[in-house]
């Protein structure tokens, strides 16, 4: 399976809104709502953000949000701050898995 | 509080074997599939391989396909990722992630491997 195609970087002032976009194919994104989003800060496991598209984990802001129309998913942070600088990466999980090349947010 | 603890990881020559090791607390270890995901330095994610939870399945992705077998042992509550025929691109952060299915939901802190003579 190819790599999920993400934005290499994205950049917001604190309090803007900022969405990174992943595109798959009709075999992975569009084919299920196994899209799931992952933050990776310098030097730390990644962390899971969203699951099956649109859910947030116990624990994570309600400023995280995701969609997914067709073969493309969505993740939007709302009200930026500091503390969301980081990578991010999507994945879609079928038999396999295959993940996005990860987008660097950079909080101005 | 679920744990994952990666191990093994260290400088190996390329052509050599390697075993990684993931320790699970915290959880019903035997329910659950699992992963391992490597991260070359400077790069992104790459999905390496899924076992389910009793072990009868497994898959693999094509970077390792033929040299990797990913194992567990249900009664130590343990993962395995044997390596063999390194090569200098299996040069890693190895982690371990516990499956729900659809997305990991838990990941250890990774174990580094270099390949490299």
């Known amino acids: 399976q190819s790599a999920l195609t993400q934005p290499a970087s994205v950049s917001g002032s604190p309090g803007q809104s900022i969405t990174i976009s992943c595109t798959g194919t009709?075999?992975?994104?569009?084919?299920?709502?196994?899209v799931s989003w992952y933050q990776q800060l310098p030097g730390k496991a990644p962390k899971v953000m969203i699951y099956?598209?649109?859910n947030r984990p116990s624990g994570v802001s309600n400023r995280f949000s995701g969609s997914k129309s067709g073969n493309t998913a969505s993740l939007t942070i709302s009200g930026l701050q500091a503390e969301d600088e980081a990578d991010y990466y999507c994945?879609?999980?079928?038999?396999?898995?295959?993940f996005g090349g990860g987008t660097k947010l950079t909080v101005l | 509080q679920v744990q994952l603890v990666e191990s093994g990881g260290g400088v190996v020559q390329p052509g050599r074997s390697l075993r990684l090791s993931c320790a699970a607390s915290?959880?019903?270890?035997?329910?659950?599939?699992m992963h391992w995901v490597r991260q070359a330095p400077g790069k992104g994610l790459e999905w390496v391989a899924v076992?389910?939870?009793?072990?009868?399945?497994?898959h693999y992705g094509d970077s390792v396909k033929g040299r990797s077998t990913i194992s567990r042992d249900n009664s130590k509550n343990t993962l395995y990722l044997q390596m063999n025929s390194l090569r200098a691109e299996d040069t890693a952060v190895y982690y371990c992630?516990?499956?729900?299915?659809?997305?990991?939901?838990?990941w250890g802190q990774g174990t580094l491997v270099t390949v490299s003579s």
């Open positions: 992630a516990k499956d729900r299915d659809s997305y990991s939901d838990y």
């Open positions: 915290g959880f019903t270890f035997s329910r659950y599939g």
């Open positions: 076992i389910s939870y009793d072990g009868s399945k497994k």
């Open positions: 009709s075999s992975d994104i569009g084919a299920y709502n196994y």
């Open positions: 099956e598209v649109s």
């Open positions: 994945s879609s999980y079928t038999t396999s898995v295959v």
